[in-house]
């Protein structure tokens, strides 16, 4: 017999991922994930996984009702507008804090987000 019991302080803020995230956004059709971790990294997954991409997380732009990060590669231009505002997936029918906007190269892709 095992007395075990979980210590809160290295559970990372979202046990499911690999490292704690900051924030978590998604959207559907096609799906989209974008993940701000630890404040130093973005982690997108677009168009169901066919596009990945890490680059350093950089320093928001405060908005009236948000956010919005912006960085480069070399290959792509990423624009993250994250407005605080309760949002509804369109098809879980999940609630978040958080509306998305994100602009990948021209595309813009809408969705959800949350904060953690």
Known sequence: ?????????????????????????????????????????????????ETELVIPAPT???TARGRIYEASTDAHH???????????????GALFNATARVELDEKIYTGCAQSF
């Open 1 to 49: 017999y095992h007395n075990c019991r979980v210590n809160n302080a290295r559970i990372p803020r979202v046990a499911r991922g690999r490292y704690p995230v900051d924030l978590r956004a998604t959207g559907n059709e096609p799906g989209w994930i974008i993940e701000l971790v630890e404040g130093r990294l973005i982690r997108l997954s677009m168009d169901y996984g």
């Open 60 to 62: 928001p732009t405060k």
């Open 78 to 92: 990423l624009v993250v507008n994250i407005e605080d505002k309760a949002c509804q997936d369109s098809m879980s």
